[in-house]
Structure formats: structure tokens, C-alpha cells
């Protein structure tokens, strides 16, 4: 049961992420295709306006895809535009921390106003850069990385029931899921945001983007399948 709460905050975390996608699409005039829960053939969708609504069946993140007719239509679309379309994601998974702590906060305090919309952002803030700190450890230490397996395993260990725990949770999880995707890798939205800036020292940038972003997708899928194997050898053998 508690592996099942972990798959379902995690598949939440992934909603958020790509719901932020869809918000700053919205406010930027880029309009939106197909807004996707999972990669690879649909196994559900709903057209809502101009926008189709899908889940797909490999539930490994997702993806807001705009509803332009080329490449190259994208590309004409302003910098400043693009560049908040790809902040929007990792925007709201910093968001949502600081909604989740005022919830931890009335449980543990009660109803104060500094716990409910202060202390929120501070806590957040810590947080945040914590994981920031800890990044030098994916290069020193990539043993202890854990990808799915070793999240939902972990985290059904930690949480046991525990409502408080779960909050914290997703907590951590939504904001590792922020600073993820803010590495300047291509495939992540930090690394789009990179290709985005050099493309304003460069016009010829955008050409590359697509072989580019293939190379990073490649990169991150070799280290999702690195650490799975970690993970497997960890609690499985």
C-alpha cells in the first residue's frame, strides 16, 4: 500500500510539473498540442479546447508539446517567452513546497500566521539550497543515487503511514524534481534555458538544438538506466 502512495506522489509531482509547463504556455501566447502524462503511445486522452490531454504509457515524466506547424515557428517565438514556457515546470515544483509547508505547519503549530505564510518561504528557501549544496555528491558519490526503484522503495519505508512524513515527502521530491530540471543538461528545461541564452550570442544555435538535445536525452536515459540497475542490485539481489 505505502509503495502505491509513493507512485501516486510522484506521478502528482509530475502533474505539477507539467501543469507549470502549461501555465506559462498559457500566459506566454504559445499555444498547446498536447499536454502529456508519460512518453509513448497514449493510453487515454480528452481534447479540451485546442489542447489534447493525454496519459501515456511509459509514466517517466511527461511533456507539454506546443501547437505550432515547425521547428522553425517555435524558434521565432521571442527568447524571454520561450525561456519562461521552459521555467514554468521546475517554477511550480518549487511552489508547491511552500503551499505543503503551511500544511505541516498547522499540523505541528496550529493556525499562526507566520507558520501558515512566512515561514513557508524560508523553509522552502533552506531547503532548496540544501539540495543545491549536495549536488557535488551526484560526482563523488554516484553509488547513492537512486532512481524510480529506490525512490518508491525508500520512500515506503519512510513514510509508513505517516501523513506528516508523506507531506515531507513530496516535499523533498518536488524540490529535487526543480533542481533536477535547472541543470543546465539538454532534454532538461535548464538546459533548454541554456541553448536559449546562447542563441543570443549565436543565431546559429537553434540548428543545433535537436541533434543536441538527443545527445542530452541519451545522457539522462543512460543514468536513469545506471542507477535502476543500482537500485535493483540494492534491494532486490
Known amino acids: 500500500m505505502h509503495y502505491l502512495i509513493i507512485i501516486f506522489i ?4 509530475i502533474l505539477v510539473h507539467e501543469i507549470g509547463h502549461l501555465i506559462a504556455g498559457r500566459i506566454m501566447k ?3 498540442a498536447v499536454f502529456s502524462i508519460g512518453f509513448g503511445p497514449k493510453l487515454m486522452s480528452r481534447k479540451i479546447g485546442e489542447t489534447e490531454f493525454r496519459i ?3 509514466p517517466l515524466g511527461g511533456y507539454v508539446l506546443p501547437a505550432l506547424a515547425s521547428e522553425t515557428e517555435y524558434f521565432k517565438i521571442p527568447i524571454r517567452r520561450r525561456m519562461i514556457f521552459a521555467l514554468g515546470g521546475p517554477l511550480a515544483n518549487l511552489i508547491l513546497p511552500v503551499l505543503l509547508f503551511s500544511v505541516v505547519n498547522f499540523i505541528q503549530e496550529g493556525m499562526t500566521l507566520a507558520g501558515l505564510f512566512i515561514h513557508p518561504w524560508s523553509q522552502t528557501i533552506l531547503q532548496f539550497n540544501h539540495i543545491i549544496m549536495s ?3 551526484l560526482f563523488t558519490h554516484p553509488g547513492q543515487l537512486s532512481g524510480i526503484v529506490g525512490i518508491v522503495s525508500q520512500g515506503a519505508d519512510f513514510i509508513a503511514a505517516d501523513m ?3 507531506l ?3 516535499i523533498i521530491i518536488s524540490l529535487n524534481l526543480a533542481v533536477l530540471n535547472l541543470l543546465p543538461i539538454p532534454g532538461l528545461d535548464g538546459g533548454k534555458i541554456m541553448l536559449y541564452l546562447l542563441e543570443k550570442i549565436h543565431p546559429s544555435v537553434p540548428r543545433w538544438q535537436i541533434p543536441v538535445t538527443l545527445a542530452g536525452l541519451l545522457l539522462l536515459f543512460g543514468i536513469i538506466i545506471y542507477v535502476t540497475v543500482l537500485d535493483i542490485q540494492k534491494y532486490f539481489t
Open 30 to 32: 504559445i499555444p498547446i
Open 10 to 13: 510522484i506521478g502528482i509531482l
Open 164 to 166: 506528516g512524513k508523506a
Open 56 to 58: 501515456s504509457w511509459i
Open 135 to 137: 549536488l557535488p555528491l
Open 168 to 170: 515531507w515527502f513530496t
